[in-house]
């Protein structure tokens, strides 16, 4: 995310509309490098389109999350499910197998069984090694906070009735957001250039889809 310069210092382009957070009842005090643009003054059109795009932004890194967090889990299922499965039916061999009949049976059943063990231990092994399992979550955690986030922004642009929109609260909402997106990188693990494209073009097709879906309500409300 790149800074902006201005009159106070060089400003990140959240900061650029304020630094309190949303849930605190006094302001915080300003920062150098903050620009306190009103708590009392109406928030203009341009304002609430740029509360808008960040809301898509953040939309669209939502779905790139939730795609990968698909991703993940797929992976993380294809190797737990069998190792369970594996599990069991170790379990029931060895209860079951007649090893007391000798020879070639009990030699047979213990390679067999030997065999098995081996096959689960490498698909539990690997599912831990490759974090398969800890990225889903992360992914998955991510995805649910960018959502709540894209929802607070696209209401507070969109759907207030009754009351105007106040700088004030814009400020306090995206710097707060801002904190958690920081917060939220030092926890999600980078995405790789191909899942980050394959992400993207789930959101594209979401967005043709969202387009269809659009003029078909209109048409009903008509």
């Known amino acids: ?81 069998p190792a369970i499965i594996l599990t069991i039916a170790i379990s029931v061999l060895v209860s079951l197998w007649p ?3 000798g020879g070639d049976v009990e030699t047979g059943g213990r390679i067999f069984i030997a065999f098995l063990s ?3 231990t490498v698909m539990i092994s690997s599912s831990a090694l490759l974090g398969f399992g800890t990225k889903m979550a992360a992914f998955e955690a991510a995805s649910k906070q960018l959502e709540s986030m894209s929802g607070r922004l696209l209401f507070l642009a969109k759907y207030r009735i009754g009351e105007p929109v106040v700088r004030g609260e814009v400020q306090r909402l ?14 999600v693990p980078a995405v790789s250039g191909d899942l ?10 979401l967005q043709e889809l969202r387009a269809k879906q659009t003029p078909a309500k209109h048409s009903k409300g008509a």
């Open 1 to 81: 995310m790149s800074a902006v310069g201005g009159p106070f210092g060089t400003v990140s382009p959240l900061r650029a509309v304020g630094a309190a957070s949303p849930f605190s009842t006094s302001p915080r005090p300003m920062s150098a490098g903050v620009v306190d643009l009103g708590d009392d003054e109406t928030a203009t059109s341009e304002d609430l389109a740029k509360v808008d795009a960040l809301s898509r932004n953040l939309l669209q890194r939502q779905t790139v999350y939730s795609y990968c967090a698909g991703y993940y889990s797929r992976r993380y299922y294809i190797l737990t499910i």
């Open 99 to 101: 090893f007391a009949d």
């Open 118 to 120: 081996a096959v689960c």
């Open 174 to 187: 995206i710097a707060s957001i801002e904190d958690r997106l920081s917060d939220m990188k030092a926890q």
């Open 196 to 205: 980050w494209l394959a992400g993207c073009k789930a959101e594209d097709q």
